[in-house]
Each structure stands twice: as structure tokens, then as C-alpha cells.
């Protein structure tokens, strides 16, 4: 009987060396971090999407025969808000790259409107409009802080999976690398902005 408790002890000793070695915590743990800075991407996006309709209004006031960028705007919002997203974005490459480029063809959008407000002054000069501008401008800001952490949460994460003898384990439990932000084509260039 005692020969079978020394062998348990050992057993459960070796078990949790084991375990502790192969970084299966540590996996759930950076797994995690990723998924509460993807969150924050998200909830800097969502601040976004609840500011365009009311930017849309101001504008629409002073701007009623630029219906085409209105209606740009509208749509690329409508895009962005009928993407279902979840975790299963993080871990979908394909998915993950049709959020990004709705997400850019909403800042597209948003461009290419407060670009038009050029031709307004009257518009320019509205206390509300001024407001909303720099609301959607510190949102822009926002965005981008939280992508680039995101950005480094993902590669610490990938970073770990991909380490021996984490790969093993992260091969086990059906854990992958998680896709990560990357730039638009052409978005090395300046854009192009005429009146």
C-alpha cells in the first residue's frame, strides 16, 4: 500500500513538471490577452460606427447635393456593422482580412467626407460639426493605439506558439498562430486629395 502512495506522488510530481514545462497555462494565458486587445480594436471601432451617424447629419445639412460620399459613408458603415464578429475572427485568417478591409473602406469613407467639408465653410465653422470632427479624429487616434497593441499582443502570442516545447503542446490542444493587422495595398502611398 505504501509502494502505491510513493508511486501516486511521484506520478502527480511528474505530472505537474510536466505540465508546468510544456507552457500550457502560459498559452492560455496569452490567448487570452490577445482576445482582450482584439476586444479593444472592437470597442474603438464600435465608438467609431456610433459617431458616423451623427457626422453624417451635420453634414448632411450643408452638403445635400453630395449625396454619393453620404451614401458611401452609410454603406461602408452598414458593411462594417453586418460583419458578425467574434472570436472565431481571430483564428480565421480569411475572416479576419474581410473585417479589415470593411473597416477600410469605412475610414475610406470618412476620408473622403470630412474632405468635402473643405468646400463648406459655413459648415467648417459649426461648433457641432467641430466637435464630432475632433471626436472621430481622437477615435481615429484610438484606433490606431489599439491596433499596434494588438499587433504586439499577437506577436508575443505567435511568438510563444510557435517555441519549443510550447509547440507541442499548442499542437495538442489545437491552438495556431492568430493572424495579425496588416497594411492595405497602396497604403504606402499619400493619398491624392482634389477638389
Known amino acids: ?11 502527480t510530481l511528474a505530472s505537474t513538471l510536466t505540465f508546468t514545462g510544456c507552457g500550457y497555462n502560459t498559452l492560455q494565458q496569452k490567448d487570452e490577452a490577445v482576445t482582450a486587445s482584439w476586444s479593444e480594436v472592437e470597442n474603438q471601432y464600435q465608438r467609431r460606427a456610433d459617431l458616423v ?3 453624417v447629419n451635420v453634414v448632411k445639412g450643408y452638403a445635400t447635393h453630395e449625396e ?3 451614401t458611401e459613408v452609410t454603406e461602408a458603415r452598414a458593411n462594417v456593422a453586418g460583419l458578425k464578429v467574434d472570436k472565431e475572427v481571430l483564428n480565421d ?3 479576419f482580412k474581410k473585417y479589415q478591409q470593411a473597416q477600410s473602406q469605412m475610414t475610406g469613407a470618412l ?6 467639408t473643405e468646400n463648406y465653410p459655413d459648415l467648417k465653422a ?10 472621430l479624429e481622437g477615435t481615429e487616434n484610438r484606433i490606431a493605439v489599439a491596433r499596434n497593441r494588438y499587433i504586439t499582443t499577437v506577436q508575443d502570442y505567435n511568438t510563444y506558439v510557435r ?3 510550447q509547440a507541442m503542446t499548442a499542437k495538442v490542444i489545437g491552438m495556431k498562430t492568430k493572424p495579425n493587422f496588416s497594411a492595405d495595398a497602396g497604403s504606402n502611398k499619400a493619398p491624392t486629395v482634389s477638389f
Do not use: C, T
Open 1 to 11: 500500500m505504501n509502494m502505491i502512495k510513493k508511486g501516486l506522488v511521484a506520478l
Open 53 to 55: 451617424p451623427n457626422l
Open 68 to 70: 454619393k460620399v453620404l
Open 93 to 95: 485568417p480569411e475572416l
Open 111 to 116: 476620408s473622403r467626407l470630412l474632405a468635402v
Open 126 to 135: 459649426n461648433e457641432q460639426f467641430k466637435d464630432l470632427q475632433a471626436q
Open 163 to 165: 517555441q519549443f516545447p
